[in-house]
Structure formats: C-alpha cells, structure tokens
C-alpha cells in the first residue's frame, strides 16, 4: 500500500513501519468495554513517519465489517 501511495505522494519517504502501527492495547481506564485489546488495527502513512504531527496523513483502519482507508489533515 505504500508503493502505491508513494507513486503520486513521493514526500511519505520511508517511514519507520513500527512507529505507523496504533498500539492494540485498549485503554480500559475510562472505558466502559473493559476487555484488553482493540478488535481493530490502525495504520497511519505521514511525512513525520508516525502517528501524531500536524502535517497531511493517510489513514487505514481494519475492523471485521468496518475497514476503511482515509486521508486528511488534522489540525486542532
């Protein structure tokens, strides 16, 4: 999917793949689903080469009836 994206955005580089990973661990201290691992997986494709920064970003989600694949900008 990288190769793919890198032929009409050649700024993603090559990212370290271990840091564009969410981690699969839930945080269960403010949630009412208490069970210890998602049911999804996150990937995110950005010139910084990791999941947080403010510059544009691709985004694939994998969830069994819910995958997804998104791009976008996110400033707060």
Not at 16 to 33: E, G, Q
Request: charged share 20%.
């Amino acid at each position: 999917m990288l190769d793919g994206i890198r032929q009409f955005d050649p700024s993603l580089g090559f990212p370290d793949l271990r840091k564009c990973i969410y981690r699969i661990a839930r945080d269960t201290r403010f949630s009412v689903n208490k069970e210890p691992y998602k049911t999804n997986m996150g990937v995110v494709f950005s010139p910084s080469g990791t999941t947080h920064g403010d510059l544009s970003c691709y985004y694939m989600h994998v969830e069994p009836g819910g995958s997804f694949i998104s791009c976008g900008v996110y400033m707060p």
